[in-house]
């Protein structure tokens, strides 16, 4: 065995749901798949480093998380450790298969929209990123706003007081240029200049979409390394 059969959860559409329905709590980690011969691995089956090795009986699939997203990120994508790089111990492993029991959060049973986003404004409460709802190998991401994790296709330089950094990016979905922070724009102007930045995964929040399929006013939520363009 290489590594574990992956499912990766849709987006719910708002409406209500048949059956019944395990409720298990979302972080804002990494996702970190054990494969044999080459170790923890992203989505994007790019490395993870600082985890700890997998263990017989343990999950192969599980959520890194340790602090918020920023310190996971640190943490997973730092090769050679630092003196403040976050450290990951086994506690910071939440197994989605098998599912960890600190992510179990009861059951639902042919769920009105009225009752799953009372579950989640609960589960945003207490600080968790949103809800899985789970029925079998069908799994359903909820969260407060819908959002979009794109490939980055092209770039455009800023204008005014934007000049000599980042104005925009564009996607298949559209062009992004707000949200960005002026160090983002510096930042992701320079990876532009070294010929990294098209290809690159950026997480995107959006009002809703076009018929046609086109985000409409999308802000940037942040850079997504440990995905797949």
Not at 9 to 30: E, H, I
Not at 47 to 65: K, M, T
Not at 183 to 191: G, I, K, N, P, Y
Request: charged letters at 25%.
């Amino acid at each position: 065995m290489t590594g574990p059969e992956i499912i990766n959860p849709r987006s719910w559409n708002g409406k209500a749901l048949a059956g019944n329905w395990l409720v298990t709590l979302k972080l804002d980690g990494v996702r970190a798949i054990w494969c044999d011969n080459q170790g923890w691995l992203s989505r994007a089956n790019k490395p993870l480093y600082n985890i700890p090795s997998w263990r017989q009986g343990h999950p192969r699939d599980c959520e890194v998380f340790v602090n918020d997203f920023r310190d996971t990120i640190r943490a997973t994508r730092t090769r050679c450790r630092k003196e403040d790089t976050p450290s990951i111990t086994a506690e910071n492993l939440f197994g989605l298969a098998n599912l960890d029991p600190r992510l179990h959060w009861g059951r639902l049973t042919d769920p009105e929209p009225a009752t799953i986003r009372a579950r989640l404004r609960c589960a945003n409460y207490l600080g968790y990123e949103g809800l899985v709802l789970r029925q079998g190998d069908n799994w359903i991401k909820v969260k407060p706003a819908e959002t979009h994790d794109v490939p980055i296709t092209g770039y455009v330089e800023g204008r005014g007081k934007h000049r000599g950094r980042l104005g925009f990016v564009t996607t298949d979905k559209g062009a992004v240029g707000a949200g960005f922070s002026d160090a983002e724009r510096d930042m992701l102007w320079a990876e532009a200049n070294a010929g990294r930045l098209v290809g690159q995964v950026i997480e995107v929040s959006s009002m809703q979409s076009t018929p046609n399929g086109q985000f409409r006013h999308p802000v940037f939520i942040r850079m997504r390394p440990d995905k797949l363009a």
